[in-house]
Each structure stands twice: as structure tokens, then as C-alpha cells.
């Protein structure tokens, strides 16, 4: 690993770091009540280890192939740093996803829970998996395109049910992309509103992902607890 590199990225985290903790503290939210989670898509997996030197412990990324030969070398290595997948997934890639991601952000149809699941269950039994459950956010479609990604409102609740009902899920709270034409605050909000909602409903604590490096600030206003920023951690994505 490169010196230089390292320094880079560590100067990049405590930039971020103090970013976010302004932005809770004008939020009137607690000290590190805002968790980072920083993407590595398209950025070598040496980028990957240098940040769990710095004690991160997960990353995300957005498409299967690539993260996969990242798990895969990460667990080779023995680095203490897992992936969550936070892009779309076909629902035949789920088994795939099932054996390597540490959580995964982005459920966004019945068909995908069921998949993991079974993948779950596929990779348990292969010895390929410690953990016995894996932790889902259901992702929200702001916009009710589906091609973006993404569960329309009306949707919510027959998602959440397959995740909850799955013997191998856990149901951890919602993730969401505000269009990229809108205003993202109301997304946020509303975002947060549904949050809570299925959380009263449930009794349970959930999450809400929400806010990328250009607007992670107006979602930790809004209520997000997980905030994805990939270049504010890790620069510019390399070319080609």
C-alpha cells in the first residue's frame, strides 16, 4: 500500500467525520448517532483495507460482480471489514449476494426477498456463511420508477412482510435515492415518516439510509441515521 494513499484517505475521513458531527449537532442530534458508510464501487480493494485500518468495518457497494471479487479477497486476507450491497440486484444474482454481503441495502421486490433467502439458506448449508441471518433495508422508490430502483409506497408493505417473515432476514429499516431532479429534504422526510411508522408497527428499532456525499448533510437533518459517501471518503472514482 502506498503511504501516500493512506494518508490521503485518512485525511478524507476526519474531513468527513467533522462534517458529519456539525451536522448533527445542528441538527440537535447525538454525537455520533450518524453512522458512515463509505462506498468503494470502482475503487481498488487496497482502498478497501486501508479504511479498515482506519477502523471501518463495512463499505458498499453498488454491483455484484465487483464486490463479490472484493469479498472474496477481503476474506482471503482476513480483513475485519465487511461489504453491504447497496445497488440493484437481479434477482438471479440473489444467491450470489446471499454468500458474500454482510448486509445487503437495496430489497426492492417480494421476488429479491425470497431469493436471498433461499441463497441464505443455500450458503448456511454449504458452510460458506457464520452468520445465520443477514440484514436487509428495504429500498424506497421516491419517485414510483422501478427502473431506478426501488419500492413504490403502495408496495411497502407486502416487501416488508416478505423480509420479516423470511427465515434468514432481518428487517433492518429503509434505504432511499432521492430522484435526481428533485428536492431531496421531503424525500428525506417522508422517507424518515415511513421509518418510524413500520418501526411503531413492528416494535422494533429501524434505520433509515438516506444522504450521498452531495446532500448527506440535509438527510442527517431530516432523520437519517446511515449516510453512503464514496468520493468525500475516497476521492474521484479512477477512469476506466
Request: with cysteine; net charge negative; aromatic share 2%.
Amino acid at each position: 500500500m502506498h503511504m501516500g494513499r493512506t494518508e490521503e484517505i485518512t485525511a478524507n475521513l476526519a474531513a468527513l467525520r467533522e462534517r458529519i458531527a456539525a451536522a448533527e449537532e445542528k441538527a440537535g442530534r447525538e454525537p455520533g448517532s450518524v453512522r458512515l458508510l463509505p462506498v468503494s464501487k470502482f475503487h481498488p480493494v487496497e482502498d478497501i483495507e486501508i479504511l479498515a485500518g482506519l477502523g471501518i468495518d463495512l463499505v458498499g457497494e453498488n454491483r455484484e460482480q465487483e464486490a463479490r471479487a472484493k469479498a472474496e479477497h477481503l476474506a482471503e486476507t482476513g480483513a475485519a471489514v465487511g461489504i453491504a450491497m447497496i445497488g440493484q440486484i437481479q434477482s438471479k444474482k440473489a444467491n450470489s449476494v446471499a454468500r458474500w454481503a454482510r448486509e445487503v441495502h437495496s430489497v426492492d421486490s417480494v421476488k429479491l426477498a425470497h431469493g436471498l433467502d433461499r441463497g441464505m439458506g443455500l450458503a448456511l448449508e454449504r458452510g460458506d456463511r457464520d452468520s445465520e441471518s443477514l440484514s436487509c433495508l428495504v429500498q424506497l422508490s421516491a419517485d414510483g420508477d422501478q427502473a431506478r430502483g426501488g419500492v413504490p409506497e403502495g408496495e411497502i408493505d407486502e416487501v416488508v412482510a416478505a423480509v420479516v417473515e423470511a427465515e434468514h432476514l432481518t428487517f433492518a429499516g429503509f434505504m432511499v435515492v432521492p430522484p435526481l431532479d428533485a428536492d431531496p429534504e421531503p424525500v428525506f422526510t417522508r422517507a424518515r415518516e415511513l421509518t418510524d411508522a413500520r418501526a411503531a408497527s413492528l416494535g422494533c428499532r429501524l434505520v433509515l439510509s438516506a444522504g450521498m456525499s452531495g446532500d448527506f448533510e440535509h438527510a442527517i437533518a431530516c432523520g437519517s441515521d446511515i449516510v453512503r459517501v464514496g468520493t468525500g471518503v475516497l476521492g474521484e472514482r479512477p477512469v476506466g
